[in-house]
């Protein structure tokens, strides 16, 4: 008995202490937002100009980095009530040695659909690379 509590306790001590980063917040999405459309230009101070296109529940985009178009990206989403998950891609520049990147992300959509929050991460993770935060533009050409 002795040896199989001892057994239990080393294999189950792990999953106890890993509690996860308390930093983050739940992503469990909110209700669905009424007439939410993503589509048009915002901007993000960390990426610049970007582009959403909206269609039902998916989203796909692109932004043109403040430091060149090197670093411009493209991106996909699905929304999920007041939620966007998103897979994000920088294709980078190898003659320049500007290496590709990919990962993932996730928005919160506030104000009706005038400002996404959220954060993004290298590979599978959608957390540790930083902040994005994107504001609707009224501009429209």
């Known amino acids: 008995m002795r040896a199989c509590l001892l057994v239990y306790s080393l294999l189950s001590a792990p999953l106890l202490g890993c509690g996860g980063d308390p930093n983050r917040p739940d992503l469990t999405p909110g209700p669905a937002i009424a007439n ?10 960390q990426f610049g100009d970007t582009q959403i296109v909206h269609t039902g529940d ?9 430091r060149g178009p090197d670093h411009n990206g493209t991106f996909q989403g699905h929304i999920r009530g007041d939620t ?17 990147m990919r990962g993932k992300a996730w928005w919160r959509v506030s104000q009706g659909g005038k400002v996404l ?25």
């Open 36 to 45: 939410l459309n993503l589509s048009g230009r915002w901007y993000c101070s």
């Open 84 to 100: 966007v998950d998103v897979d994000w891609v920088k294709p980078g520049n190898p003659v320049a040695a500007i290496a590709g």
């Open 117 to 141: 929050t959220g954060r993004w991460g290298y590979d599978e993770d959608n957390w540790g690379g930083g902040d994005w935060v994107l504001e609707k533009s009224n501009y429209t050409p």
């Open 58 to 66: 998916k989203i796909t985009g692109q932004y043109e980095d403040p």
